[in-house]
């Protein structure tokens, strides 16, 4: 089975600074990866995923995300934070054959300060 | 396209009532599934279906049941609702289980 670390609860950062948020995962199979965002009383929406193919992945508003086998991660960033980032981002992965579910990490909270 | 549509958007239950939260979505994706989301634990899957007539358990079914009997609608039920059923729940789908999930708005259910 799979499953999903993002190590603590909650990143704060300033305007304009990086943005860098953890995803470990555990597979015995290729992975698909994914990173889901979900703005305050709405539903999650995909801001990238790793399928195949070229390991860093570019995705949505500014984000993106490297797959790295040797150290079982896929970790998020974006050069410079928005306001408008501020929510609450979730690590997930899935593989193919019998168990292919998403399984979902328990999420980080982005804070930005002006 | 509508995408996923979920209704209601909240509701409030006492303990022992029942009521099923519906889910319908336009893209005629096979899969489908339920979700929770509860503070600091993510969301888990409740159910899935991989297409009309067949459904299989998540990681946490007890209390909830479902049936898909069209490719656009997976109702979810809750036969007997309790406190701990309180959370917000989404619905998501997609063309294939290995695929990005199309999530809906949600449902916020209190049960009291």
């Known amino acids: 089975a799979q499953s999903v670390t993002q190590l603590g609860s909650h990143v704060s950062v300033s305007e304009g600074a990086l943005v860098l948020l953890r995803c470990n995962y555990s597979s015995s199979v290729p992975p698909y990866l994914f990173w889901y965002v979900q703005y305050p009383n709405q539903g999650l929406q995909l801001l990238l995923k790793?399928?195949?193919?070229?390991?860093l992945v570019k995705g949505i508003n500014g984000f993106e995300a490297e797959f790295k086998k040797s150290e079982t991660s896929f970790h998020l960033t974006k050069p410079s934070a928005h306001m408008s980032d501020a929510a609450e981002y979730f690590c997930a992965v899935s593989v193919t054959g019998a168990n292919s579910k998403l399984t979902f990490g328990k999420g980080i909270t982005l804070s930005v300060r002006p | 396209n509508a995408g996923v549509t979920q209704t209601p958007k909240f509701q409030v239950l006492k303990t022992g009532q029942s009521m099923t939260l519906q889910c319908a979505q336009d893209?005629?994706?096979?899969?489908m599934s339920w979700y929770r989301q509860d503070p600091g634990m993510g969301l888990r899957l409740i159910h899935y279906s991989v297409g009309a007539g067949i459904t299989d358990q998540g990681e946490v079914p007890n209390g909830y049941n479902v049936s898909r009997s069209t490719t656009e609608d997976f109702p979810l039920r809750l036969l007997s609702a309790a406190p701990s059923q309180t959370s917000v729940y989404f619905c998501a789908s997609s063309r294939k289980e290995v695929d990005t999930q199309y999530f809906g708005p949600g449902t916020r259910l209190t049960v009291l």
């Open positions: 893209m005629n994706h096979e899969y």
């Open positions: 790793y399928t195949t193919g070229a390991t």
